[in-house]
């Protein structure tokens, strides 16, 4: 099974700051990641896919890079609203995993 | 708009057995990978199992093999998770998802969850 190890397990940042949040991955999982987004009391809702991919909707203050097994989700000037935790996940092999998550806090 | 409604979830004792459903509409559902997730109340995200859009090739956690199962009718557009032998760590909200067009195992549509509850 591939681990993902997510970093820092929280961030605390004021509005209009930029946030690096960081996935790393046991083995390579190729391009093969996504991000998520979940607030409290909802389900989890794809930000980005296959690395750097944004799903439908996504503002362009998020994006995804990285590959192999290193990823980073960058939010380029937090807003009020991205306050939540911030999942990866891996699909190159099976079981599918996810990462223990980041939260982010907004100041 | 993609709509995704899970029912069934419950109080089980252990042991015992509960199925779990999704109706599915806004989308051409036979196109679709379905999968669960669950999420244990206040921790992190669990991917459970998944199932091709023709209903073929499944796939299960290690956790939930054996004593889970899969299935979908297309006629219908819903999706179903059998669930046997229910134990403590099985309690957990269960997400159905739909798996993206394209990169099937990144989920792009979500339902609101059902809760589901092991417990004497």
């Known amino acids: 099974e591939i681990v993902l190890t997510q970093s820092p397990a929280t961030l605390s940042l004021s509005p209009g700051e930029g946030a690096t949040l960081s996935c790393r991955a046991s083995?390579?999982?190729?391009?093969?990641l996504a991000w998520y987004q979940q607030k409290p009391g909802q389900a989890p809702s794809l930000l980005i896919y296959?690395?750097?991919n944004k799903a439908t909707g996504i503002p362009a203050r998020f994006s995804g890079s990285g590959s192999g097994t290193d990823f980073t989700l960058t939010i380029s000037s937090l807003e009020p609203e991205d306050s939540a935790v911030y999942y990866c996940?891996?699909?190159?092999?099976?079981?599918?995993?996810f990462g223990g998550g980041t939260k982010v806090e907004i100041k | 708009e993609v709509q995704l409604l899970e029912s069934g979830g419950g109080l089980v004792q252990p042991g015992g057995s509960l199925r779990l459903s999704c109706a599915a509409s806004?989308?051409?559902?036979?196109?679709?990978?379905m999968s669960w997730v669950r999420q244990t109340p206040g921790q992190g995200l669990d991917w459970v199992s998944q199932?091709?859009?023709?209903?073929?090739?499944?796939h299960y956690a290690d956790s939930v093999k054996g004593r889970f199962t899969i299935s979908r009718d297309n006629s219908k557009n819903a999706l179903y998770l059998q669930m046997n032998d229910l134990r403590a760590e099985d309690t957990a909200v269960y997400y159905c998802?739909?798996?993206?067009?394209?990169?099937?195992?990144?989920?792009?549509?979500w339902g609101q969850g059902t809760l589901v509850t092991v417990s004497s």
């Open positions: 998802a739909k798996d993206a067009i394209g990169a099937a195992g990144a989920f792009d549509q």
């Open positions: 806004g989308f051409t559902f036979s196109n679709s990978a």
């Open positions: 296959d690395a750097s």
């Open positions: 083995q390579s999982v190729s391009s093969y």
């Open positions: 996940q891996q699909r190159s092999n099976w079981p599918f995993t």
């Open positions: 199932i091709s859009g023709s209903g073929g090739p499944t």
